[in-house]
């Protein structure tokens, strides 16, 4: 069966520092891969999208940045991080575009 | 731009009712509509999926109901218990290839 891993679970950064946030999918290949934010009274916003290896899409334009080193693996990343970046993070993963999208557990981001 | 309106925002019940979680969305040219439950801090359970030619899904005591002409659907639960306390989420993917989310219900389920 398939599984996704996102880690870490919660992470506490001042501003300014960088970021690097790992999701990591299981029993699957060539799947499509997504980084979404959830803030605080907001709805989920998807930030960037994968369909293969190397091939990243961007949604907003944004201080974070996302890749794609192997076909199961998605970073997001940022150089500096600002106060707006805390939010919770949710890495997902589906078969296709048009498939079911399965979740990771989610990382809560706390910039400080 | 498609927009998807969840209501309402919270909804407190007792244990045993059935309820009916409400989705509406502004552009009616969708592939699926997807039903997502998410515990506090966690991330999300996809529920049911209904494609565009579907009306319904069941799954167990919840029912979801899809209206695509109206830009409605329901998510019906049945027998609710203190269990099925989370925040519910529905999301339509359209023809840009990407979900876009309502903004959740809050279920609470009294014992």
């Known amino acids: 069966s398939q599984t996704i891993h996102q880690w870490p679970a919660t992470l506490v950064q001042p501003v300014g520092s960088p970021l690097s946030l790992e999701c990591t999918v299981e029993g699957t290949s060539n799947p499509n891969l997504y980084w979404y934010r959830q803030a605080a009274g907001r709805g989920l916003q998807l930030l960037f999208y994968?369909?293969?290896?190397?091939?990243i899409s961007s949604e907003v334009p944004q201080n974070l940045s996302a890749s794609r080193p192997q076909d199961r693996q998605f970073i997001l990343s940022s150089k500096k991080l600002l106060l707006s970046d805390s939010g919770f993070y949710l890495c997902a993963w589906s078969a296709g575009g048009a498939d079911i999208q399965y979740f990771g557990a989610g990382t809560r981001l706390s910039v400080l | 731009k498609q927009e998807v309106t969840q209501i309402p925002a919270a909804l407190s019940v007792p244990e045993g009712e059935n309820l009916v979680l409400n989705c509406s969305f502004t552009?009616?040219?969708?592939?699926?509509l997807q039903w997502f439950r998410q515990d506090p801090g966690k991330g999300l359970t996809s529920l049911l999926l209904i494609q565009s030619s579907q009306r319904e899904q069941t799954s167990g005591r919840l029912n979801a109901s899809l209206d695509k002409s109206s830009g409605r659907s329901t998510l019906y639960i049945a027998a609710s218990q203190p269990g099925d306390s989370a925040t519910y989420l529905c999301a339509v993917l359209g023809n840009t290839g990407k979900l876009i989310f309502g903004q959740g219900t809050t279920l609470q389920v009294k014992p």
């Open positions: 552009d009616s040219a969708i592939y699926n």
């Open positions: 994968s369909v293969g290896i190397g091939q």
